[in-house]
């Protein structure tokens, strides 16, 4: 149980830094003059399929990019199940977790 449990953890720290790393990139590709909601959107699922992860759930709880005016925050929230992405068949200690990582950025609109 215990190497099960490790396993388990590590993976989660793992996708976490993926899942961190995607909303970074999303973020800085949402504050860019004329990006889109679906743009950053497919950028990011992109980037966490080339990294051997499935799709996500991307989310802009402050309101889309291209609505942002000039110096607004931009927020982008990636999420996902950790049950999708556990190297475990049947996640004992995280299966019913989601894993989250969020990213903030002021728009570089020109005014």
Not at 10 to 31: C, D, F, H, K, P
Not at 48 to 54: D, G, I, K, Y
Not at 88 to 107: I, K, S
């Amino acid at each position: 149980l215990m190497v099960l449990g490790m396993i388990e953890v590590g993976r989660a720290i793992m996708v976490q830094q993926i899942l961190t790393n995607a909303s970074r990139e999303g973020a800085r590709r949402a504050v860019l003059d004329g990006s889109t909601d679906t743009e950053v959107t497919t950028f990011v699922n992109t980037y966490l399929n080339n990294a051997s992860l499935p799709t996500a759930t991307v989310t802009f709880p402050q309101g889309a990019p291209q609505d942002a005016g000039f110096g607004a925050p931009v927020e982008v929230r990636v999420a996902i199940p950790f049950g999708q992405v556990s190297w475990v068949p049947a996640p004992m200690y995280l299966g019913g977790q989601n894993l989250v990582a969020t990213t903030v950025m002021r728009r570089e609109t020109v005014q």
